[in-house]
T-cell receptor, first 115, second 112 residues
Framework: LAKTTQPISMDSYEGQEVNITCSHN???????ITWYQQFPSQGPRFIIQ???TKVTNEVASLFIPADRKSSTLSLPRVSLSDTAVYYC????????????????FGTGTRLTIIP | ETGVTQSPTHLIKTRGQQVTLRCSSQ?????VSWYQQALGQGPQFIFQ???????GRGNFPPRFSGLQFPNYSSELNVNALELDDSALYLC???????????FGPGTRLTVL
């Protein structure tokens, strides 16, 4: 599975847009990019998933350039409740594989929202 | 629809002891995975069960074992506990329809 690199930590103020970039130079053709959020003493929670270009849902946007060697998770107008660790995962997590393949987590990005 | 639940929430054991952690899968899910998360690290895959059979295992020694029951609930057993086994143990369940993994809140194990 492709290795991912993310910043260890980030700080942002409430109300701002936060962008977390993940590098995955060795991404394979059948790999998808999936982001999870984890609050302290809780399990990770799925945020968003994409293959190329842009994906948007009610929580976040995911931007993936044409070469797919990186991706950016964008959180609009963050609040204190967005303080969490965010994980970028790369793997064949799509269709029936998303719930069959093991997930490979890195160390994630610890996002702290400042009032 | 109930989510993934785990018990107990916290547990303290001493070196050499054995521990059993429990997980109830989300309704309709027949696959369960267990992860170990050390402090400050991402979750690491231990093993996965599908229809009561282990069908995937990470880099963990045999003293980590598991069971999945006909109702798809699951257990993680760890024998001969070591200090490094102190971690948050996460259970995740899924279905074969590709709706993704749903994690429980975890069990915090402390080994003294």
């Amino acid at each position: 599975l492709a290795k991912t690199t993310q910043p260890i930590s980030m700080d942002s103020y409430e109300g701002q847009e936060v962008n977390i970039t993940c590098s995955h130079n060795n991404i394979a053709t059948n790999d998808y990019i999936t982001w999870y959020q984890q609050f302290p003493s809780q399990g990770p929670r799925f945020i968003i998933q994409g293959y190329k270009t842009k994906v948007t849902n009610e929580v976040a946007s995911l931007f993936i350039p044409a070469d797919r060697k990186s991706s950016t998770l964008s959180l609009p107008r963050v609040s204190l409740s967005d303080t969490a660790v965010y994980y970028c995962l790369v793997g064949p997590y799509r269709g029936v594989n998303f719930g069959n393949e093991k997930l490979t987590f890195g160390t994630g990005t610890r996002l702290t929202i400042i009032p | 629809e109930t989510g993934v639940t785990q018990s107990p929430t916290h547990l303290i054991k001493t070196r050499g002891q054995q521990v059993t952690l429990r997980c109830s899968s989300q309704s309709g899910h027949n696959t369960v995975s267990w992860y170990q998360q050390a402090l400050g690290q991402g979750p690491q895959f231990i093993f996965q069960y599908y229809r009561e059979e282990e069908n995937g295992r990470g880099n963990f020694p045999p003293r980590f074992s598991g069971l999945q029951f006909p109702n798809y609930s699951s257990e993680l057993n760890v024998n001969a506990l070591e200090l490094d086994d102190s971690a948050l143990y996460l259970c995740a369940s899924s279905s074969t329809t590709g709706t993704g993994w749903y994690f429980g809140p975890g069990t915090r194990l402390t080994v003294l």
